[in-house]
């Protein structure tokens, strides 16, 4: 499975500027790792 991000007319992905803005390095890897965990379970 894949995770897609929603993608604006403009080219933009939302949800992948907020996880790239997150500035706390621990919740920022929570962040990646849960959508990781999605992408391999649903």
Sequence with gaps: MEVIFYKTEQGDK???QFIKSIEDL???????RS????????
């Design 14 to 16: 939302p949800a992948g």
């Design 26 to 32: 621990k919740l920022r890897a929570k962040v990646i």
């Design 35 to 42: 959508v990781k965990l999605l992408e391999k379970f649903g």
